[in-house]
């Protein structure tokens, strides 16, 4: 969101976990028909990272991001788009050809500096600085990482079977501040 021209995904097969979460980062994301996507850090454990919880909401809206993160089901492409994660949705091998030929409009029909101003302020409308945002989620997913149940899910994923999770609300670190470093 930072980078000054338009960035655009092209997801044409699985995207699930951190495969999803930098697409969010994107402005636009095409997708193929028959993707399958998903935010599975919980069922593996871990709390979704890169402002997954401040940007998704925005896309989808609050009940569907809560669906969706919540319960780290699997999704196809044409879902995506329902919900608002992705922009459209075409067959596998034609989602980088329309990326691109997207890209190479923007870039020959639309003035360098009003893009760059209008990206600077869709993220900045968000309303809250995702840059902090980022920070204090980033606190939060070390540690869930650093728990047994991060262990658990993946050990449970590859082994094909329900997870045994163990974490207790009760050993929850305190909340980040907001004028919190990330150290």
Known sequence: MEVRKPVIAAING???GAGLTWPLQTDIRYVAHDAKLAFAFARRGVLPELASHLILPRLCGLSRATELLLSGRTFLGDEAVEYGVATRAYPANEVLPAALA???DIATNAAPQPIAISKQLIWEGVGVSVREFRIKEG??????TRQPDAR???KAFFERRAPN???QLSDLPPWP???STGS
């Open 177 to 179: 501040s907001d004028n």
């Open 102 to 104: 997207l890209a190479a």
């Open 152 to 154: 658990e899910g993946t």
């Open 139 to 144: 606190q939060l997913f070390r540690f869930t």
């Open 165 to 167: 999770w163990t974490g």
């Open 14 to 16: 699985p995207a699930v």
